[in-house]
């Protein structure tokens, strides 16, 4: 017998093959799942990273667009105040005390 037949042989006769052959199957496994891995890494890479950047100033300009709306709410509220207390102030119709 050759040398590999006879190491098979001793592997069988131990109980070691068993192991063996599950090894090579999650070995198996494991290279599957590699190959998944790195195309999901693809995928994230070249569709969902820059769609997430883009979304990202999306969200920043519109943040920014409606922080001005509001200062111009704000602002606006303010003129009127003003012009009420200015037309209340100057008429004649109040009384100073």
């Known amino acids: 017998m050759k040398p590999p ?5 001793i592997e069988e006769a131990a109980g070691t093959r068993m ?5 090579q199957s999650a070995l198996r496994t494991i290279e599957k799942k590699d190959v ?10 070249e569709e969902i990273i820059p769609t997430m ?3 990202r100033k ?5 943040m920014a667009w409606m922080n001005n709306k509001n200062e111009r709410e704000h602002l606006f509220r303010f003129v009127i105040a003003y012009t009420y ?13």
């Not at 037949?5 to 042989?9: Q, T």
């Not at 192991?19 to 090894?23: A, I, L, P």
């Not at 999306?58 to 519109?62: G, L, Q, S």
């Not at 207390?85 to 005390?97: E, L, R």
């Open 19 to 23: 192991f063996e052959t599950k090894k």
């Open 58 to 62: 999306d969200r920043n300009t519109y």
């Open 53 to 55: 950047e883009t979304l």
């Open 36 to 45: 998944k891995l790195q195309q999901i890494q693809t995928v994230l890479d």
């Open 5 to 9: 037949e006879i190491l098979g042989m």
């Open 85 to 97: 207390t200015k037309a209340k102030v100057g008429s004649p119709n109040i009384q100073k005390t």
